[in-house]
């Protein structure tokens, strides 16, 4: 059974940082991509970043570029989002998605697995 569990959320204010983990089992996790998305109340899920399996690419949304960085270890099964400068307009619930593809999408509708999501809020 695959399962994609998010920590690493929480209350922050604004301009602090977060790194949120999410440690993945039940599939073949170095020939996976992995992206991270959002969901903040009202809106629709939105994405945030992904990484290639091997680590080597990284795509960003634009309002992420110089703030966010994903990061993954394959020996642990691992991929991070490290924020920095983060403002009340992070505040969501942030997912983390695997997909075949080991290049990874920027596309919901290319991910296989979910996870449960962690959220963060950002006061100001």
């Known amino acids: 059974q695959v399962e994609l569990r998010e920590s690493g959320g929480g209350l922050v204010q604004a301009g602090d940082s977060l790194r949120l983990s999410c440690a993945a089992s039940g599939l073949a996790f170095r020939s996976h991509g992995v992206g991270w998305f959002r969901q903040a109340p009202g809106k629709e899920r939105e994405f945030v970043a992904t990484?290639?399996?091997?680590?080597?690419?990284?795509d960003y949304a634009e309002s992420m570029k110089g703030r966010f960085t994903i990061s993954r270890n394959n020996s642990e099964n691992t991929v991070y989002l490290q924020m920095n400068n983060l403002t009340p307009e992070d505040t969501a619930v942030y997912y983390c998605a695997a997909t075949r593809y080991g290049l990874g999408y920027r596309l919901r509708s290319g991910y296989n697995y979910w996870g449960q999501g962690t959220q963060v809020t950002v006061s100001s």
């Open positions: 990484v290639s399996w091997n680590g080597a690419i990284k």
